[in-house]
């Protein structure tokens, strides 16, 4: 019994156990390096073909924007959901996040996707404003003003006879720029996304 | 006073009682805050305890989107946690609402609307380590001199 008590005594009362007991810490914590970030950018050049913000599955998280003649990609902090998503889809390489480039060059993940333009013709009003704010509308026909009227067949919609019209459906690239424009979130763009594994990039 | 305020400072920066709140959140940042609690990080060991109880608290953790049944509660329960004392946003949803933002819902964010927001830590969730950093730099800033810098 006294025995006992000695030897418990003895063995809290090391220096060593008292210290660690008092003045435990854990390790300092660093962020891995696998660590999936928010995306940064690569050096590799934006060709804004809005893969990215086609395939983001969060409302405002990232925006592709031209400043003094280039492009390049804008991630919103408190939107973007760290998903990564974009990173994977964006053709060019140009942002990067974690491993999860070296996994899609390893595991030659790509996406496929088809994309669906649905105008609810009872709440649309014809201001145009969504055949405006369209990226793709924008280079077919740089003349194209508010109102979204044109004398050119080759944009994927305008308004035509006092109609909202989708004439090129399949050039559309799904980046809803034209859903943000709309006031009466009368326009509807679904995207129809296939993961492919194994598959070239094409 | 210098004296008492020198004890009071140290007091409050091994002492900072955390409540939390979730106005409406997936449970995603509730999971990192829960976390926070466990050996891995460890929040105690920085002298912040979690207490739940707004009376007791000097933070308050704001977890979720903005929902409808929060706009009169969570200004009650900013009122009735003692100064000094701060909010810090968790995650993207009192930010932006997130994913959850969209036509058809009732998302009524930013939090910051409601109640003075001190710091967002923004992340969908954010990592424990960067609930706990956010916590530590916040916690001087409010809490050092408090009655000096109030008169
Ligand atoms: S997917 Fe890549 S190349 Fe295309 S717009 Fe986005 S960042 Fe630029
Ligand atoms: S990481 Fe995900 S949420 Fe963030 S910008 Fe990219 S696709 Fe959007
Ligand atoms: S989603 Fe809308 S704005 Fe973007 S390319 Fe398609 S039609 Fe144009
Ligand atoms: S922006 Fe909306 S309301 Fe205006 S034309 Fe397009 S779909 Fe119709």
Redesign the interface.
């Known amino acids: 019994m006294v025995q006992s008590i000695f030897w418990y005594l003895k063995e809290f009362l090391r220096g060593p156990w008292i210290h660690a007991f008092l003045f435990a810490k854990t390790a300092p914590l660093v962020t891995p390096s696998y660590f999936r970030e928010y995306p940064s950018l690569t050096e590799k050049e934006c060709t804004h073909c809005f893969t990215c913000r086609m395939i983001c599955p969060a409302p405002g998280a990232i925006e592709v924007l031209q400043e003094g003649g280039t492009w390049h990609p804008v991630i919103h902090r408190g939107h973007c959901l760290r998903c990564g998503l974009c990173v994977e889809a964006c053709p060019e390489g140009v942002l990067a996040s974690g491993r999860i480039l070296q996994w899609q060059e390893e595991d030659r993940t790509s996406f496929a996707a088809t994309f669906h333009i649905q105008v609810d013709h009872a709440t649309c009003m014809r201001c145009g404003n969504c055949c405006v704010s369209c990226p793709v509308n924008k280079e077919q026909d740089p003349q194209m003003a508010s109102g979204g009227h044109s004398a050119n067949n080759e944009v994927i919609m305008k308004i035509s006879s006092g109609r909202h019209t989708v004439i090129h459906e399949e050039r559309c690239v799904g980046c809803r720029t034209c859903e943000g424009a709309c006031p009466n979130s009368a326009i509807r763009v679904a995207r129809v996304v296939e993961g492919l594994q194994g598959v070239a990039e094409g | 006073m210098s004296l008492l305020q020198d004890a009071k400072n140290w007091v409050r920066s091994r002492s900072i009682h955390v409540a939390y709140v979730d106005v409406g959140s997936c449970n995603g940042c509730d999971i990192e805050i829960l976390a926070c609690l466990a ?4 929040i105690e ?1 920085y002298g912040i305890y979690v207490h739940n109880n707004p009376r007791e608290a000097d933070i308050l953790l704001v977890v979720g989107a903005m929902t409808p049944p929060w706009v009169e509660r969570l200004p009650a329960l900013w009122a009735k946690i003692p100064a000094p004392k701060a909010a810090i946003a968790i995650g ?1 949803c009192p ?5 959850y ?3 058809e819902t009732y998302i009524l964010g930013p939090v910051a609307k409601y109640i003075p927001i001190a710091a ?1 830590v ?3 969730p954010p ?1 424990p ?1 960067e609930i ?1 950093s956010a916590v530590l730099a916040v916690a001087p800033t409010v809490f050092r001199d408090y009655e000096v810098n109030r008169s």
Do not use: A, H, K
């Open positions: 050996p891995r990080y460890d060991q993207n930010v932006s609402g997130c994913v933002n969209r036509r967002e923004p992340g969908c990592r380590t706990l």
